[in-house]
């Protein structure tokens, strides 16, 4: 069994996005700019939204907080990112996911300039991925297809279940790896039986958010294992939405929680807001 790396992997990415802001400073006086909007007071996004920071900080990287409380109105959160979107300093817009209820996420999604849509969350970026046109893909799957290719995972042919079907990782993944010619099944709490699907597969990606679903029993001999889950459970400990001592013990390849897909979202986003910095002015 080997493990999937993804925090030195990560590291590794850092370094490199570092290398480039130097370059971009030195040669053409642009330092990367990143805006990050944040609503309420969920320590999940908060501690996510510091992390994001800390990461821009050490790369070189501008980076603002919009930090609202969680009674602001839906017009305000617009009008902050119609201002973000004419900042030149600004490259990346992201506003940190899930809202208030009163909130319409699509609505504040669509007024983010896609050219600063870093997320790859609006739906102009989420049209280029599933045509298999350049554009910018959602951080998550994005890190995952970087794992494929740095632990030289062939995904052409391969039976692949990807198992949660939301906007923010199940459907990119599932775009990412259809564009890789893999074979997708989409699983969802729809599926009549989960475990058909996932002994089936090659490769099992998984990003539910329930701790410790995917169970050995589910897994055949030699798969490779993917878990987005990232679950704090009552002991205070994180665990993702593997059985990891039980399933690692079958798989060929599988990645930690934390440690492993975590550390490569926010790699993405780096990356993702350097590629946007470099066509600025373009
Ligand atoms: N909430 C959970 N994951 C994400 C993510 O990748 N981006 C944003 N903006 N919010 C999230």
Same mark, same amino acid.
């Given at each position: *069994?080997?493990?999937? %790396?993804?925090?030195?992997?990560?590291?590794?990415?850092?370094?490199?996005?570092?290398?480039?802001?130097?370059?971009?400073?030195?040669?053409?006086?642009?330092?990367? /700019?990143?805006?990050?909007?944040?609503? /309420?007071?969920?320590?999940?996004?908060?501690?996510?939204?510091?992390?994001?920071?800390?990461?821009?900080?050490?790369? =070189?990287?501008?980076?603002?907080?919009?930090?609202?409380?969680?009674?602001?109105?839906?017009?305000?959160?617009?009008?902050?990112?119609?201002? *973000?979107?004419?900042?030149?300093?600004?490259?990346?817009?992201?506003?940190?996911?899930?809202?208030?209820?009163?909130?319409?996420?699509?609505?504040?999604?669509?007024?983010?300039?896609?050219?600063?849509?870093?997320? &790859?969350?609006?739906?102009?970026?989420? =049209?280029?991925?599933?045509?298999?046109?350049? &554009?910018?893909?959602?951080?998550?799957?994005? &890190?995952?297809?970087?794992?494929?290719?740095?632990? %030289?995972?062939?995904?052409?042919?391969?039976?692949?279940?990807?198992?949660?079907?939301?906007?923010?990782?199940?459907?990119?993944?599932?775009?990412?790896?259809?564009?890789?010619?893999?074979?997708?099944?989409?699983?969802?709490?729809?599926?009549?039986?989960?475990?058909?699907?996932?002994?089936?597969?090659?490769?099992?990606?998984? &990003?539910?958010?329930?701790? #410790?679903?995917?169970?050995?029993?589910?897994?055949?001999? =030699?798969?490779?294992?993917?878990?987005?889950?990232?679950?704090?459970?009552?002991?205070?400990?994180?665990?993702?939405?593997?059985?990891?001592?039980?399933?690692?013990?079958?798989?060929?390849?599988?990645?930690?929680?934390?440690?492993?897909? #975590?550390?490569?979202?926010?790699? *993405?986003?780096?990356?993702?807001?350097?590629?946007?910095?470099?066509?600025?002015?373009?």
């Amino acid at each position: *069994m080997q493990l999937i %790396d993804g925090k030195s992997l990560a590291n590794k990415i850092q370094e490199g996005v570092a290398e480039s802001v130097e370059a971009l400073k030195r040669e053409k006086n642009i330092v990367p /700019g990143l805006a990050v909007i944040l609503i /309420g007071d969920d320590p999940a996004s908060h501690a996510y939204v510091k992390m994001k920071a800390k990461a821009c900080e050490k790369v =070189g990287f501008y980076s603002i907080t919009h930090h609202m409380p969680d009674t602001i109105s839906q017009d305000e959160i617009i009008a902050t990112i119609k201002m *973000m979107n004419d900042n030149p300093r600004i490259d990346g817009i992201l506003v940190q996911l899930p809202l208030p209820k009163h909130i319409d996420t699509d609505k504040i999604l669509e007024v983010i300039d896609p050219k600063k849509d870093v997320d &790859g969350f609006h739906p102009y970026n989420v =049209g280029r991925l599933v045509t298999g046109l350049d &554009g910018f893909v959602a951080c998550t799957p994005l &890190g995952v297809m970087k794992m494929f290719d740095a632990y %030289d995972i062939d995904l052409e042919g391969k039976d692949v279940c990807v198992v949660g079907a939301s906007n923010i990782v199940g459907k990119p993944m599932a775009s990412l790896l259809l564009n890789a010619n893999a074979t997708v099944t989409i699983t969802h709490i729809y599926t009549k039986d989960l475990k058909t699907h996932t002994l089936a597969a090659d490769i099992v990606v998984v &990003g539910v958010g329930v701790p #410790g679903l995917i169970k050995a029993d589910m897994v055949k001999e =030699g798969a490779i294992v993917i878990d987005i889950g990232i679950n704090r459970i009552e002991d205070g400990s994180l665990v993702g939405d593997v059985d990891f001592p039980e399933v690692s013990k079958k798989c060929s390849h599988i990645t930690p929680v934390p440690g492993g897909v #975590g550390p490569m979202t926010i790699a *993405m986003l780096l990356e993702n807001t350097l590629k946007s910095a470099k066509k600025r002015d373009a």
